[in-house]
């Protein structure tokens, strides 16, 4: 399904818009779509247990200046990318347990902590003084090789962030289908009691899964920042919507159990493609995101209807 | 005969989500009286009700959604009501309409116009009103960018003196507390009973007769109605339009409404809870503004209101002994209880 | 057929007129040119095995459903909308107990009743007519300001039948209502009945309990395979008649008990306990519990509900903790504590619950993952799933318990309940436990599964099994268990053993009447 439309929207792109297949274009393309991507990683593992990360965003952003602010305090590039996605990591473990300890009430405690973290690195890098944050911005010396990541370089073709990405894509896949752990997290969204009674632990499974969410949306934030050369905080905003429009439109539903990260790689592509075509007809990034919400309805009534009261008694 | 009395327990015990907005509320009014006694002047409490009463109808409006479950969280009412904002600001005065009368009347259509889209695809479709409203965030947060790239414009002047007023004897006292008295009136009628029944559990509601559809697009009109009158005293209180607040005025009512109490797994929120919770929200970036941070504040403001949010959910939490009530019918736990 | 057409044409006209209906889900067709009538003042009895579109039926005339083909009338109209339904007369009390959590037990009882904006009836008159039907249902007063979900199952289900009550139904449907009845309320329950058909009101029940229909029905519609195969009336509804009808020409063996006769009796003894239960507190206060279980031993577990046989089962198998206390399970001479989940599949002990939609199967997973996902976690290598191992257990009990399946990639749900319960026994057996606690493994299944069951829980016991056997149907302890533990007052009120296993001697030890238990003692 969401294959067919990818395919439809590649087709339109291609005769409707001049240089669309230009090499270029494809690169760019995506290098934008593995930041997206990766960040997707944590929001559809979350969708599986039937949870929500709308933290995201907020971590993100506090990874990105965070570690400029690291690296402008001497620490070293690698140690603090390493600090980091393991503070993201953390941050989002608890949101994770708390969310399981508050039956599943994950949407508000993200956006609670996803707030409150935030919040609290941009008033400790604001701190210090060595170098200030000024409306969310953060400038600092950006080792080059963290750029180059991000970015396509002539030699080598294709960035080294794509290579990642792709290299997740297997590891998330592989965990999910093989794994006792993904197919866990398959049984705990279809039916909790039931996960318990085969010794799927509940609490243990969100920790984990909302950990990952947590570190893999600090890794966007530290790709992101090689990619733009300067931190800001509000660097995460787009990514709290298009993350779940990704899982969403990929196909996998939010109550949980059903679906997959291949299904969500499909959910990102379309949007890049999407994003590219609408760039094509000069559209405004705000007329974007209003078009991006009329998509979302027709696609989610397409295939994540619940079925009406009358099949379920 | 017995069980015809009303059991005071049952009463008591159903006030008990009131425990934690009532604290939080309590610990903030002794900082400010200790921190910034200009809240308790004529001029501060006419700014404090200007200030609040905004926040305290949206979220009332999306209290209602809420109830109307399940995970009945309406994320579009920032974006909503910017929406409203505009239109109030740069709309009305194109097809002449600045009456206050009038402009009361068009806020509320459009909001219960917008509400009344979103409740029908949500009760039609049978989509999760997360996705409908995040989708209708979306479009609406784009949308006042592109109408209205910078803030800007002057709203009529009898509102745009609202938010200058200086005493609270004046319509930005009067305005909410009519809301109020009819948000009680709502409360009270069947058509509420049945919201709620609804929210509680959807499939007994439907096969004991209840009209599913109506009632939950019923849900939205009532939102739509106090979001339309909140946006109005928006209006009134930043005096222009702007596109930008959207994003952080989603976050603050849907912090107001879980500090207020309201159970997301539908059924369970209080109009009391969702306006204490609201005027707490407001108290934390009274407070916060106390106090000297300069250029931190808004960080500031961020952290606490995110901090808070854990806690009243930490709270919340503790106080009904982290029952798995809500889990269990998601099949969380199994067995009879005792 | 000959029965269903005299008895129709020699009385009144018939209120509810189902004709050649046919219902379908996917692939599954739940009705196939069913035909169906009752009369106003009759009890009217719907019976068949799981699957052959008993609620399917019910769900027509609630007006929850629609047929694909043929119509269904009631009073002369068809039901388009349990809305529609209600407003005709159409009371349906459905199998799942469909209560408003959150709500009060007063918010419950009138769900629907109200307009859309109006309320039919005053507050103050709700109250009155509410507390008067309750306390008359109930057998005390129930307080209708309390949340539903503090009432007990029983009371729940009371709530539910009252809601169809309150509304002066002319038809009313009970979808096996008396499944969360406590054995006193089964009988005032049969009482309601009864003073609904003298007044006129046609009543229609659908039951797996075939003893409840012989007591109170006038006449019985048997369903099979979504078809109706027969009608009986008044004398001729006999457990045997009921039985040939449903089995059908397959039916060829002995019908009647559908429990084995009992070989020699295991006993346990110090030496060969498997399970050892000792000073075990369900509640503070509540006298502590001994039990041991022998290999080879089949225990039932019995008691009417509320009285800890469920927090017992549960507690054993380390899903909830009693309150001091301990439970072991010995394996090859060492004993293996047991105070969780996980310690309780380390001693070798597997629970098998009976409620599968609650804690059974995976709704989103197919029939395969449904089975392995309890295999997989003690197959992985380095937390890889050996995928091949568990499809070879997979298809070992699948021939050794002959589970019906089509495809093993096919979604649980397209597999009967019977077949459903079997996965969920086939996963637990895959780990060749030493000790089985079975939390009402019947509930739901048609009786040729419920056969199979016995069959093979006896199977188990000679292999040397320990087996704890929870039901709710006294029946099924006769002949099948060597000693029945009767729960009172959350603790083991008597341990009934061999010959003095009669579904009367049980009964009244869950009443806690020791004397009739005595008397059977004396007997032997």
Redesign the interface.
């Known amino acids: 399904m969401a294959g067919a439309v990818l395919i439809a929207l590649i087709a339109f792109g291609a005769t409707s818009i001049g240089g669309f297949w230009s090499l270029l274009n494809l690169r760019s393309n995506l290098v934008f779509a593995s930041f997206l991507g990766i960040a997707t990683i944590g929001q559809t593992l979350c969708a599986l247990i039937g949870g929500l990360d709308l933290a995201i965003p907020f971590v993100l952003g506090a990874a990105n200046i965070g570690l400029v602010r690291l690296m402008n305090g001497g620490v070293s590039p690698g140690l603090g990318i390493v600090i980091v996605v393991g503070l993201g990591g953390l941050i989002g473990a608890f949101n994770g347990a708390l969310s399981n300890r508050l039956q599943g009430q994950s949407l508000v405690v993200t956006l609670g902590v996803g707030n409150a973290v935030l919040g609290l690195v941009q008033i400790l890098v604001s701190k210090g003084g060595v170098s200030g944050i000024s409306g969310g911005t953060i400038e600092g010396k950006i080792p080059r090789w963290i750029e180059r990541f991000s970015t396509f370089n002539h030699s080598f073709g294709i960035a080294p962030a794509v290579l990642l990405w792709v290299a997740l894509i297997v590891v998330t896949i592989v965990v999910l289908r093989m794994t006792w752990f993904g197919r866990s997290l398959y049984a705990l969204g279809g039916n909790q009691a039931a996960a318990a009674r085969v010794l799927v632990s509940s609490w243990w499974s969100w920790t984990v899964v909302f950990a990952v969410s947590g570190a893999t949306a600090a890794l966007t934030g530290v790709l992101l920042l090689g990619y733009t050369g300067s931190g800001y905080a509000g660097v995460g905003d787009p990514y709290l919507f298009t993350t779940i429009a990704a899982v969403l439109i990929g196909g996998t539903s939010l109550v949980g159990g059903r679906g997959g990260y291949g299904l969500s790689v499909l959910g990102v592509l379309i949007l890049t493609v999407l994003q590219t075509i609408l760039s094509g007809y000069n559209l405004s990034q705000a007329a974007q995101e209003a078009i991006l919400g009329f998509l979302i309805i027709p696609t989610v009534a397409l295939y994540a209807r619940s079925p009406h009261p009358r099949m379920q008694i | 005969m017995p069980g015809t009395e009303r059991a005071p327990t049952y009463f008591l015990a159903r006030q008990r989500s009131l425990v934690t907005p009532l604290i939080l509320l309590c610990v903030l009014l002794v900082i400010s009286a200790w921190h910034g006694p200009h809240l308790f002047t004529s001029d501060g409490l006419a700014g404090a009700v200007i200030g609040a009463a905004p926040l305290v109808l949206a979220t009332l409006g999306i209290t209602v959604i809420a109830v109307a479950g399940p995970a009945g969280v309406d994320l579009s009412v920032g974006p909503v009501m910017t929406f409203i904002n505009i239109v109030i600001v740069l709309g009305l005065p194109l097809v002449g309409v600045s009456s206050p009368v009038l402009v009361f009347v068009a806020a509320i259509i459009v909001g219960v116009l917008l509400q009344v889209a979103m409740g029908t695809l949500i009760a039609c479709l049978r989509v999760s009103t997360v996705v409908v409203t995040l989708a209708v965030y979306l479009v609406l947060d784009g949308l006042n960018t592109v109408i209205l790239p910078e803030p800007g414009g002057t709203a009529p002047d009898w509102l745009a003196s609202w938010g200058a007023a200086s005493s609270i004897l004046s319509p930005i006292l009067y305005v909410p507390v009519a809301a109020f008295v009819l948000w009680t009136l709502i409360t009270a009628s069947t058509f509420f009973r049945n919201i709620r029944l609804m929210g509680a559990n959807d499939r007994t509601a439907f096969v004991s007769g209840v009209a599913l559809i109506p009632t939950r697009i019923g849900a939205h009109v009532i939102a739509g109605i106090f979001v339309g009158i909140a946006s109005v005293m928006y209006s009134g209180l930043i005096g222009s339009a702007d596109p930008t607040a959207g994003a952080s005025y989603t976050l603050s009512a849907v912090t107001a409404l879980v500090i207020g109490g309201a159970s997301l797994a539908g059924g369970r929120a209080k109009g009391l809870g969702s306006v204490i919770g609201a005027i707490d929200i407001w108290l934390i970036s009274y407070v916060l503004s106390t106090f000297n941070f300069g250029l931190n504040a808004s960080y500031w403001v961020e952290f606490a209101t995110g901090a808070v949010l854990v806690a009243a959910l930490f709270a919340g939490g503790i106080l009904s002994g982290l029952s798995p009530r809500a889990w269990r019918h998601q099949g969380g736990l199994a067995g009879p209880t005792p | 057929m000959n029965a269903a057409s005299a008895a129709s044409s020699s009385l009144g006209a018939n209120f509810v007129e189902v004709s050649s209906v046919s219902k379908s889900f996917g692939e599954t067709r739940a009705l196939r040119g069913c035909n169906f009538s009752a009369r106003a003042g009759e009890v009217h009895a719907v019976v068949g095995e799981n699957g052959s579109g008993k609620s399917t039926l019910a ?1 027509l005339l ?1 007006g ?2 629609y047929p694909d083909a043929g119509s269904v009338r009631v009073n002369g109209a068809s039901p388009a ?3 529609a ?3 005709r007369g159409i009371a ?1 009390v ?1 199998q ?1 107990i ?7 037990v007063l ?2 009882l009138y ?9 039919r009836r005053s507050q103050r008159q709700k ?2 007519e ?3 039907l ?2 008359r249902l109930v057998g005390g ?7 539903v ?1 503090d009432l ?2 029983n009371t729940r289900q009371w709530v539910v039948i009252a ?1 169809a009550l309150l509304g002066k139904p002319s038809l009313v449907v009970f979808d096996e209502a008396t499944a969360a009845l406590d054995h006193s309320s089964v009988e005032r329950f049969f009482e309601v009945v009864r003073e609904l058909r003298a007044s006129g009101v046609c009543v229609l029940i659908v039951t797996h309990r075939i003893h409840e229909l012989t007591a109170i029905c006038d006449r019985a519609t048997v369903l099979s395979d979504g078809a109706d195969v027969g009608t009986l009336a008044g004398g001729e509804i006999t457990e045997a008649r009921l039985l040939e009808l449903m089995r059908g020409e397959a039916g060829s063996g002995p019908a009647g008990g559908a429990v084995p006769e009992r070989p020699a009796g295991a006993s346990c003894s110090a030496a060969n306990a498997a399970l050892v239960v000792s000073k075990l507190r369900l509640a503070p206060d509540a006298p502590p519990i001994d039990l041991a279980v022998g290999q080879g031993e089949i225990v039932g577990l019995a008691g009417l ?2 009285h800890g046989q ?2 017992f089962i ?1 507690a054993v198998s380390g ?2 903790r009693g309150v001091g206390g301990s439970i072991h399970v010995r394996r090859e001479g060492r004993l293996h504590a047991i105070d969780s ?2 310690s309780a ?1 380390r001693a070798n002990l597997a ?1 098998i ?1 009976g ?1 599968r ?9 197919s029939v395969f ?1 449904n089975f ?3 295999c ?2 003690r197959s ?1 290598r380095a ?3 050996d ?1 091949r191992r568990v499809m070879r257990m997979f298809r070992d009990q699948v021939e050794r318990l002959s589970i019906r399946i089509g495809s093993a990639a096919a979604p649980i749900h397209s597999l009967s309940g019977g077949n459903q319960q079997k996965i969920v026994v086939g ?1 637990a057996l895959a780990a060749s436990p030493l000790v089985l606690a079975l939390n009402d493994p019947t509930r739901g299944v048609d009786i040729g599964a419920k056969r199979d069951l016995y069959a093979l829980l006896r199977r188990l016991a000679e292999n040397g099994k320990a087996i704890l056997f929870l039901s709710n149907e006294i029946e099924e302890f006769v002949g099948l268990c060597d000693r029945v533990a009767v729960f009172r007052l959350q603790s083991a009120f008597a341990v009934l053993a061999g010959e003095e296993i009669t579904a009367d001697s049980v009964l009244a030890a869950m009443f806690g009447y020791a004397g009739a238990l005595e008397r059977e003692r004396a007997r032997h």
């Open positions: 769900k609630a929850v459903l909308s349990p809305h339904a209600r407003a349906v459905f799942e469909l209560i408003a959590e959150g709500g009060s918010d419950n769900i629907g009743d109200d307009g859309l904006f109006s309320a109250r009155a509410a507390a008067a309750l306390d007063p129930v307080a209708l300001d309390a949340p979900e007990s199952l809601r509900e509320g469920v927090e549960q899903i909830k989940a996980l599949d629970y619950p409620d939609k609650a804690e059974g199967t995976f709704p989103n997973l993952e392995g996902i309890a997989y976690r992985a937390g890889f799933v995928r996963r």
